[in-house]
């Protein structure tokens, strides 16, 4: 075994969660910015030109998000 694969044996896998503690709304964009390592406020204006721009499907995918996550 190398020890690359030795390595990523054992690291812990990543997992979403809600971001509560720095949550606006129910917290999947901060869950979102914790598990990329983006920065918060990058997630948040993305999610708000693409729900300008392609008119409601994010805050769909956002309430599914919210309602399987955590």
Known sequence: MSHLENQRDSQPAKQF????????????C?????????????IRLAF???????VGTPILLYLIVWAIAD
């Open 30 to 42: 901060s869950g979102i910015a914790d598990y990329t390592g983006w920065d918060v406020t990058l």
């Open 48 to 54: 708000a030109l693409t729900t300008i721009f392609v």
């Open 17 to 28: 969660r809600l971001g509560k503690s720095r949550a606006m709304l129910a917290g999947v």
